[in-house]
Structure formats: C-alpha cells, structure tokens
C-alpha cells in the first residue's frame, strides 16, 4: 500500500466536541474544546499540551471511556457513545495496568480468551506477540520480576494480541528513563508499521512527539482546542536517528513557540 | 530472613525454658501453673483419652461453619458495600465499634431465634468473624489502581466479571489479613459462647476443669486451642507470603 | 459535613427499623422494642448503684487504655526502629493478636485474682497488640527520605523519633489506637462478665443469667451507644491529622 493511499481514508472523525465537568453553572469547569480533528487511517498522530489541557480527557473521549458533553464522535464511521469501548480499539496507560496475579504469558492472553478463542489459537497469537515483543523468554515470569519498560511491554502486548485497528497511547513512556523511551520509541515505530494500525499518541515531551508522529496537534491552555497541526518530513522507516536530522531542532522550535505561551497560562491558571 | 526466623525460635525456647525453670523451683506455684513439659504431656495423654474428643470435634466443627460462612458472606458483602464510596464512609466508625459490643448479651436473644442447641453459637461465631472480613475485603478493594478500573471498562466487563475476574484476584494477598481474622474471632465466638453457657465443647470443659481447680486438664486444653489457632494462621500467614512473593521484587 | 450527618440518620433509621421489625417477628421472650429499651434504659441510668457499677468500669477501662497505649507504642517503636528487631518479633505479634484469648482468661484469673486487676489486665491484652502493630507498621512506612533528612540535620535518635519518626507515623499509629479502643473495652467488659462482682460486665452477665431482657437490652444500647459515639469521635481526629499533614 503506498503512503497516499494509507493516509487518505479518515479513521477517527472528531467535530466540535466539548467536555464541561459539573453540572452547576457557578463552578462547572470547561476541560475541553470545541476539537476539531480528523485522524487518517494508519497515521502516527500525537498531540501535545500544556499541562491540565484536557489531552487525558481527550483521550479518554477518544477510547469510549467517558462520554463528550457535545459534538460527535465517530470510530471507522460510527459514533461512538462514551459507554463502551468498541471493538477494533486497543488503549496502553501511563501507569503500569499489568495484572501481578496472572504471569506475562496469561496478562497478553486474557483479552483473547475471554473473547472466547480457542485454547490452541490463543497459544498461537500469544506466542507471536510475545516474540514481536522481545518477551519470548518472560512468558512464564510475574510482572513484578520485571522492569518498568518490561512491564508497559506486557500492557502493549496485551492491546497487541487483539489485533487492535486503533491504538491509543495515554504517555506510555512517562514512567520510563529518557533512553528506554528512545527505544520503546523505536519499538513502537516497528509495531505500527507491521500492524497498519492507526495510532494517536498523547504525550507532554516534545521531542517524543517530533521523533515519532506523521503529524503532531498542538493543544491550548484549559480548555483545550487544537492550535496548530504540524507535519514531520520523516518517511515511514524512521527511526530514533532522527533526532540529529537538523529539521528534528526545527520542528521541537517551532512546537515550542506555539506551546510557550499556553504552558505559562497554564502554570499560572493551576493554582486555582 | 533465615537468621530473623531462627532467632524468633530461640527466644519462644528461652520462655519455655524459663516458665519451666519457674514452675519447677516453686516460683511459680503448681496451683497457678504446671511446668510446660507436664503440660504437654498432660495434652498427649487427654488427646489419647476419649474424654475430650466429642467436645473438640463439636468445637471445630461449630468454628469450621462459622468461620466458612463468615468469609463467604463477608466477602459478598464487602464488595458490595464498596461499591458506593458514600456508604463504606458512613459505615466506617460503625465497624469501628463493632468490637466494642458485648455480642455475648444477645446470646439469650440467639436462643429465641435459633433454638437451644449448637446453632447460637455458630451464629455468634460468624457474627464476631463476619464484621473482619467485610473491613477488610473494603480496605483491600480501596488499593486497587485507578489505570485497572479503567482497564476493566476497556474490556467492557460487567461489574460481577470485573470483581471476580480482576479486583478479587488483585486484592488476593490482602483478603488474607481478613481470613486470618476471620478464624481468630471464630475461634473467639464459639468458644466464648461456650464458656457461658453450654453442657458441651472445648469452652465448656476449660470452665468445667478451672471451677474445679483442673489444671492437668485446664491446661493441655487451653495449649490445644492455641496451637490449633496459631497452626491454622500460620498456614494462612504461609499463603499470603506466598502470593505478596509474586508481587515484590525480592 | 451536612451530607455526612444525613447518611448518618438514615443509617440509624435503618438500624431502628430493622431492630423494630425483628421485634415483631420475635416477639418478647428475648428482645425490647426500641422505644422500651430506651426507657429502660433511662430507668437504668437514674437507678440507685447504677454509678457505682458504672465509676467501676470506667476506671477499669481507663486504666488498661492507658497501659496498653504505653505499652502499644513502646512495643511498636522497639521493634520499627531496629529492622532485625521488627523482622523477628513482627510475626509474634500478630500471631499473639490472632489467638483467641479468652481462651487465657483462666490463667489471668489465676495470676490477678478476680477483681479490679484481672480485668485491667484483660483489657490492656486486648489493646497491647493492635497498637503495638500498627506502631510498627507506621514507622516502616515514613518515607526513608525523612529518615536521611533527620540524619542530615545530625538529629540524635531520640530526637529523631520525636520530632521525625514520631509526627510521620502518627496518623497511622492513631489507626492502632482506634482498634486497641474497641478491643480494650470488650476486654474489660469480658473480665467483668467472667469473674468479677462489680461492672458493667457484671451487670450484664448477671441479667443474661436471670433472662432480665430489660436489662440485657438497656446496658447493651447503652455500651454500644458509647462505643459508637467514641469511634465517630476518634474517627473525625483520626481525619484530621491526615488532612493537617
């Protein structure tokens, strides 16, 4: 499939949605929008934001956790209603979500199995997502005897195995050191090019972003709307190399202008 | 760990030893207490003897129901009192002082309910134990992560699979404080009860033996409850250390 | 704080219910209705030798609080300050805690005697361990940083524990003071319900034996309305503190 042809169908469709915490008009809280945003299928999407920008509650309308107060949105055509999480959609949190009771071969397998495939196919895919992983050798280990990068490998894995269509990333690497995230970051650009999935990264570090999207959303203070959608130049096989491309500085700049003033309203809207 | 073990051993020994040394100079008088050795003899010979053996088995059985029920109750309860974080919050002072009341004063009340016979005291039991397990069962479910709640709505689970499926499971090391509870205040229940009033049980013949000044048979039965309590908890103790192993790097 | 105290009346309202509709159902061979317990109750605390009873066990009470929170919190600290010390004598703790001991109330009375020691004695046995516990839970649970500032700031160990360890653990040591509460009161109320001539427990063990259900009921609402109100009372501290720090 060439890269015209991937990017031209839209995956996820988002038109003026809003999300207002509270229902009392004194103290309700506008946490979101309105967004506008369309999500190509196969892209690499990030957004970027201040911090307490509404990127989570984004997320979260995003993956069918919560509902938006207004506006649509809509997951390979249909709407989704903020109750269920659909089918075809796969979600990896910042924090650790591995299950310590269930060993790393029954984490990446509990999803399959209780979607009620038969024993001998779910051995077949954890297995396959296990090897795609690097965690061949761990299968029979408890989470807690692994490290923290091992550990969000077992949670991606465990999205993997269902073959998600849609893979939402909620700052997957913000618990790891700045050299494991360069290369979970590598890792995940290898996953999305031989799945073809769609993914839509949220993520505070600019760099990541600039190193892994195809385009990057540029979020506001609270509340949040998308400011700016700024494309990288990188083909499809890049890779954490890109960082010393001289365009690489180019990007995070201009990225950072935009962000600069929103990240000082925002520290100083935090206290209240 | 091994060194902290044996040590522990070593000063359990030392008050044996010293409660013998005590008891066999007449420091401590025989009418108080007999030397350990003699006890221990004392409880062969009566575990031998049939004269005790209708009332321990009376005895576990009557804890053995009560605390069984009190567990599955009490767990059934907890989950769902935890559920709504205004009720577990209102509720909270009230187990608070729930072992600040005398349940022996309704014993008489038992009476009328249940009949004359075991099951008052079975109920007692499972009224002392219930109370441990449903605290805890609600403090364990307080630790669960907010990143798993959110996992178990990604995988669309109804709030019965997500409890039996992840948040039990998740919270398995720490029911085992409440089980271990639950067969302490089980075995405190039933044996309380007996001691008031019953004509049968392993209470009932610790009142017997100390109103008639006993202690060759006082004794050996009040060492017998122990070990039997301390036995059962260590193995809990055991299973816990167990599954909280998977769970810490070590 | 309004929502609170209404959560409160409806549990109560529940709880009236709940013992009116026991009551019908059976009747008054064993039980009283709210409302009669309340008046015998009433009767009881203006009855002649009611103070008495009641100076007994509130003495009695006092006192094996008071030990077994020193004791408690001395255990704990022995034991939470040295880690070889805690690892050997944790388990013993919560073994000792976990053993049924009315079982070894015979054996106090054999030491103590009946009357007012045994039953001090009792109690405190009954307070000692939770606390002691939850001493020692609390002091392992101070974050080390803390522990590497106070020996930043070159503070001595007894400085350290008081004015270090000692705040940082407070809420949690006061948790354990909650529980030794409840379980310090059912202690002294235990040794006075088997051998002692004076009490509350006395009181009780005495109409329990001539089936006074009026008094049964009247003592047992009264004991479960102090208990009640003292754990909401240490509860709101027990708040308090972890809000405040």
């Known amino acids: 499939m060439n890269m015209a042809a991937r990017i031209a169908e839209a995956h996820v469709g988002l038109t003026g949605v809003t999300r207002v915490f509270g229902s009392d008009p004194q103290t309700q809280v506008k946490a979101l929008g309105p967004i506008e945003l369309e999500l190509r299928k196969g892209e690499f ?6 911090s307490g920008c509404g990127k989570s509650t984004l997320f979260d309308i995003v993956a069918g956790l919560s509902p938006a107060t207004s506006g649509k949105v809509t997951f390979e055509g249909r709407p989704l209603t903020g109750s269920a999480v659909p089918d075809g959609i796969g979600v990896v949190f910042q924090e650790d979500a591995s299950f310590p009771w269930l060993t790393v071969a029954d984490n990446v397998a509990f999803g399959i199995r209780r979607a009620g495939l038969s024993e001998a196919e779910v051995s077949r895919r954890v297995t396959a997502t296990l090897a795609l992983m690097g965690l061949a050798d761990f299968a029979k280990a408890y989470p807690a005897q692994l490290s923290g990068g091992m550990r969000q490998r077992v949670c991606i894995a465990r999205t993997l195995v269902q073959r998600p269509r849609l893979i939402l990333l909620d700052e997957p690497f913000g618990a790891l050191d700045q050299q494991t995230r360069l290369i979970m970051g590598e890792e995940l650009l290898k996953l999305w090019r031989e799945t073809g999935a769609t993914i839509l990264l949220i993520t505070h570090a600019l760099d990541e972003a600039a ?27 890049r890779d954490s190399r890109v960082v010393s491309d001289p365009r690489f500085g180019d990007i995070t700049g201009r990225l950072w202008s935009r962000l600069r003033e929103e990240s000082m309203a925002a520290l100083a809207t935090a206290g209240q | 760990m091994r060194h902290a073990a044996i040590l522990r051993l070593a000063i359990i020994a030392a008050i044996v030893a010293l409660l013998e040394l005590l008891s066999r100079s007449g420091v401590i008088s025989r009418f108080v207490a007999p030397p350990p050795s003699e006890i221990a003899v004392d409880l ?18 009557k804890i053995t129901i009560a605390c069984g029920a009190a567990i599955v109750v009490g767990t059934a309860l907890g989950v769902l009192i935890h559920r709504s974080r205004a009720l577990a919050q209102t509720l909270s002072p009230y187990f608070g002082a729930y072992y600040a009341v005398p349940i022996y004063a309704f014993y ?12 008052p005291q079975i109920v007692i039991g499972f009224m002392l134990a219930i109370v441990a397990v449903i605290v805890n069962t609600i403090n364990a479910l307080d630790r669960i992560p907010r990143v798993l709640r959110k996992t178990v709505a990604i995988y669309g689970m109804g709030s019965i699979e997500a409890s039996w499926n992840v948040y039990l499971p998740y919270a398995g090391p720490y029911l085992a404080t409440g089980i271990k509870l639950a067969v302490a205040y089980s075995f ?10 019953s004509r049968i049980g392993i209470g009932h013949e610790i009142v017997f033996a100390y109103n008639n000044f006993d202690n060759e048979v006082m004794y050996p039965l009040i060492l017998f409850v122990l070990l039997v309590a301390g036995t059962i908890n260590g193995l809990f103790s055991a299973w816990e250390k167990r599954l909280l192993g998977r769970r810490s790097r070590s | 704080m309004t929502k609170d105290l209404r959560n409160h009346v409806l549990v109560l309202v529940v709880l009236l219910v709940l013992w009116q509709a026991v009551y019908l159902f059976v009747g008054d061979l064993a039980l009283r209705s709210p409302l009669d317990t309340a008046r015998a109750a009433f009767g009881l605390v203006r009855s002649e030798g009611f103070g008495a009873h009641l100076r007994e066990t509130a003495t009695a009470f006092a006192t094996a609080l008071a030990i077994a929170i020193v004791l408690g919190v001395a255990i704990g600290f022995a034991l939470g300050m040295n880690r070889l010390a805690g690892e050997v004598g944790e388990p013993l703790l919560v073994s000792f805690y976990s053993l049924p001991k009315i ?57 350290s524990a008081w004015s270090v360890l000692f705040p940082a653990a407070r809420p949690e040591i006061f948790t354990g003071l909650r529980l030794g509460f409840s379980l310090t009161l059912i202690g002294t109320l235990l040794g006075e319900m088997f051998a002692s001539q004076r009490g509350l427990g006395f009181l009780l063990m005495q109409a329990i034996g001539l089936h006074d259900t009026d008094l049964i009921m009247a003592l047992t609402s009264l004991i479960v309305l102090f208990a009640v109100l003292a754990s909401m009372m240490l509860l709101a501290c027990d708040r308090a503190l972890r809000h405040g720090s």
């Open chain 2, 108 to 119: 008489p009340l038992m009476i009328a309910i249940f009949g004359i016979g075991e099951a």
């Open chain 2, 44 to 61: 062969v010979r009566l575990l031998t003897s049939d004269r005790v053996q209708a009332a321990i088995a009376q005895t576990l059985s």
């Open chain 1, 211 to 237: 190193m892994l999207a195809d385009r990057i959303g540029v979020m506001s203070a609270r509340p949040g709307r998308i400011l700016d959608i700024v494309e990288t130049p990188w083909g499809i096989e």
């Open chain 2, 188 to 197: 405190i229940g039933v044996i309380g009860a007996e001691f008031i009033m």
């Open chain 1, 45 to 50: 999407f990030a957004v970027v934001g201040p």
């Open chain 3, 103 to 159: 079982t070894v109330y015979p054996i106090v009375l054999l030491i103590f005697g009946i009357g007012m020691p045994s039953k001090v004695a009792f109690g405190a046995i009954h307070g000692i361990m939770p606390i002691a516990i939850f001493t020692l839970g609390a002091l392992r649970n101070v974050p080390p940083v803390l522990i590497r500032t106070a020996r930043v700031l070159r503070l001595g160990a007894w400085q």
